[in-house]
């Protein structure tokens, strides 16, 4: 029905950047929030960021100043840019997406995952 495909991540050093995109296809009516989400090796998946159709925007706290979500409403995408990274980002990183696929059904979505790693 839908699909979210994530991509960007990758291998980058301390203290550098990386921007993650996600977008999402298939049967959309229309797309409510968005978001990523990420799992650490031996955690529980995490709340990274959400953002709503209207552009109101939540972060974890820990993540705040470093991290910023952003959308795309014409192409259905999501974007997580993340700036300063440290080892403990270390994660695969999941896209949500609340979509409608029809406008009396909502349900959740979920991307793949891709990896992120921090390390020198």
């Known amino acids: 029905q839908v699909q979210l495909v994530e991509s960007g991540g990758g291998l980058v050093q301390p203290g550098g950047s990386l921007r993650l995109s996600c977008a999402a296809s298939?049967?959309?009516?229309?797309?409510?929030?968005m978001g990523w989400y990420r799992q650490a090796p031996g955690k529980q998946r995490e709340l990274v960021a959400t953002?709503?159709?209207?552009?109101?925007?939540n972060y974890a706290d820990s993540l705040k100043g470093r991290f910023t979500i952003s959308r795309d409403n014409a192409k259905n995408t999501v974007y997580l840019q993340m700036n300063s990274l440290k080892p403990e980002d270390t994660a695969v990183y999941y896209c949500?997406?609340?979509?409608?696929?029809?406008?009396?059904?909502?349900?959740?979505?979920w991307g793949q995952g891709t990896q992120v790693t921090v390390s020198s």
């Open positions: 298939g049967i959309i009516f229309s797309i409510n929030a």
């Open positions: 953002i709503t159709g209207g552009r109101s925007t």
């Open positions: 949500n997406a609340d979509v409608s696929t029809k406008p009396w059904l909502q349900r959740d979505f």
